[in-house]
């Protein structure tokens, strides 16, 4: 009998709907955002590689913690590194990754429902890269792999308006629309210094994203 009541008190926490907001939560999910390539795609033509896309669909993940009833704080990461759209030929892509502080103030309604709004100082990095060179040792005739790459980088900063809805007193999802401010230079940096690759990649644009959020 204990066991059955500890049982149905167990059931009726963790799938109640939440009263207040998460002290601590995870969000996890997946973005869609816009590049200006342009100027980088003229110089990828100008030495036979092809154009990579304008869109890129970065997953995005962060962990926060509430400091005052209606505000949170916490790490913020936009990453391509594990889903990489922008692909060029001969097995180069460009990774884009995003990270930086998540400030976030909501406010609920009807116990299940929150909107929020957030800013982001971001700090962005891209590569474009190429890691399945193969070389091959002349003397022996032995192959191996290697890596071709080069990198920029640029701050930038990310504000949006979201809803979440609470499903259950630890599980919600979350939906958002924004806008990132950010631009990489012309100025692609490689190991030897020098590269015929060049031209910025304007990321001024609206940004979206679905994630679920795990919270306690």
Do not use: C
Not at 94 to 102: A, E, K, Q, S
Not at 172 to 196: L, Q, R
Request: charged share 20%; aromatic share 14%.
């Amino acid at each position: 009998m204990i066991k059955k009541i500890s049982y149905i008190i167990f059931i009726f926490i963790f799938s109640s709907s939440i009263q207040a907001q998460y002290k601590i939560s995870y969000r996890l999910g997946l973005g869609m955002g816009f590049t200006k390539p342009d100027n980088f795609n003229l110089s990828l033509s100008s030495i036979e590689l092809s154009k990579i896309g304008s869109t890129w669909f970065p997953l995005h993940h962060d962990l926060s913690i509430n400091i005052y009833p209606s505000l949170r704080i916490g790490y913020k990461k936009l990453s391509t590194k594990l889903l990489t759209y922008n692909r060029s030929s001969n097995n180069y892509i460009l990774p884009i990754v995003f990270h930086g502080i998540n400030i976030e103030s909501f406010f609920t309604f009807r116990n299940r429902f929150e909107i929020n709004f957030g800013l982001s100082p971001m700090l962005g990095s891209a590569k474009f890269i190429n890691n399945k060179l193969t070389v091959t040792d002349e003397k022996l005739g032995v192959e191996g792999k290697t890596t071709a790459e080069i990198k920029n980088s640029t701050l930038g900063f990310y504000s949006s308006i979201g809803l979440r809805m609470y499903l259950m007193s630890f599980l919600s999802i979350d939906s958002s629309v924004g806008y990132i401010y950010a631009k990489f230079d012309e100025k692609w940096k490689s190991k030897a210094n020098e590269n015929p690759i060049s031209g910025s990649i304007d990321m001024t644009k609206p940004f979206f994203q679905v994630s679920a959020v795990i919270g306690w």
